[in-house]
Every structure is written in C-alpha cells, then in structure tokens.
C-alpha cells in the first residue's frame, strides 16, 4: 500500500527560527510533490510543489527533495506566528496520478 | 474572482437522509476531486472527475454519489448507506490529473 509519512506533533518552534518539517514516501515512482498548509477548520492551500531532486526556494519556504532517500521537507526561515497550522504533505503515484496525503504535522511558533 | 466554491458551509443530516454538497469552479480546470477529512487523519479520496460525463471512485466511494454534466460543477451525494458521513469534506480542482490541485472551503457535515 502506497503510504506518506509525517510526524503529527505538534513541532513548537520559537519565534524567528528554522521550522523543518518531514515527510516520507513508500512509492518510488513518486513524480510530484506537494506542500500545503492548513488552518483550523479551513482548506488546504499550497505552499509549494518540487519535481526535481534538491532545493527549491520561495521567500522564507524552501522545499527538498530526495528521491533516493524518498523523502521530502519543508523549511520555513524566521518563522512568524501566523505559519502556526497544520503542513499537509502530498505526493503524486507515477501510475495512477492520484495524490496521496500524509496526515499532517501540526506546527506552534511560540511568540 | 476566480475559484472554488462550496455550498453549503455547515450542513446537518438526520439518519436515514441523502443530502447534496455543491462544488463549482470557474477557473476552467478539466479536474475535479472529492475528499473527506477525518480529524487527525489525511485527505482521503472519495471521487474524481478528469472530464465532463466521465468519473472514477476513489478509496472511500461506497455510500457516495456524483455527477459531472457540466465542467464547472462537481456535486457530491451523501447517501443513507454512508454510516458514518459526519466529516469534513472538500472538493478541489486541477487543470489536468497530473497537476497542482486547488480545493475550495469546504463543507462541514454533522449527522443528528
């Protein structure tokens, strides 16, 4: 069964620090990679979406890709308070194109 | 404005009922996804939809119903034969099966 792995938390992170969230895959053929963020009670919207292996960087986000290791991260720089939520990670079967989701890292950023 | 929306916000069900969530877009995506969210737990697939007329069931289809008759709008039945349909659901849409998907505000449903 094709499974994606994140830590539930919550990660509490201090104000101004480097959050790391992480996530594993089981299905090599993984093609497309997907960071989205989700507020209590809200939908998901996307931070970011990586292909290729290494960094790819938007503003105070910067993704990273390892398809040997199969796993896949997310930074985020002087975090702020409001990147508190829950990081849903989701990734592309090779096969059937359907997402598959992890059930999200909660993250604090304490003031 | 282009988007995604989904009617109604909050929605409660008394056993036995079917009840309909509505999903429309306007972003011309050829896509679109329905998800169930459970607290604690991933997104989970319930249908999709690559083109109009045409649609395929996903992990959790039984107790479920859709249609796709027009490309702006992808309504989801919650049947009587759903035990256990009080959940957070979520329709998305991309602009084709391989790429980005975006999902509208979701529809909170509570059975009585």
């Known amino acids: 069964q094709k499974e994606v792995e994140q830590n539930s938390g919550p990660l509490s992170v201090p104000e101004g620090a480097i959050a790391s969230l992480n996530c594993t895959y089981s299905d090599r053929v993984s093609q497309s990679f997907f960071w989205y963020r989700q507020y209590s009670g809200k939908s998901p919207e996307l931070i970011m979406s990586i292909y290729s292996n290494g960094d790819k960087e938007d503003g105070r986000f910067t993704a990273q890709l390892n398809k040997a290791s199969q796993y896949v991260s997310l930074l985020i720089r002087d975090s702020q308070p409001s990147d508190s939520a829950t990081y849903l990670c989701a990734v592309n079967q090779g096969s059937n194109y359907q997402l598959i989701w992890g059930a999200g890292t909660k993250l604090i950023i304490k003031p | 404005d282009g988007g995604i929306t989904q009617s109604p916000k909050y929605l409660f069900r008394k056993e036995g009922q079917n009840v309909t969530l509505s999903c429309e877009q306007n972003l011309n995506h050829d896509a679109m996804y329905w998800y169930r969210q459970d607290p604690g737990q991933g997104l989970r697939l319930i249908y999709y939809s690559q083109i109009v007329n045409d649609f395929q069931k996903g992990d959790i289809a039984e107790g479920y119903s859709v249609s796709r008759e027009k490309k702006e709008s992808f309504p989801l039945t919650v049947t009587s034969a759903q035990k256990n349909p009080t959940a957070f659901y979520l329709c998305?849409?991309?602009?084709?099966?391989?790429?980005?998907?975006?999902f509208g505000p979701g529809t909170r449903l509570t059975v009585l």
């Open positions: 998305a849409s991309s602009q084709d099966r391989t790429d980005t998907q975006y």
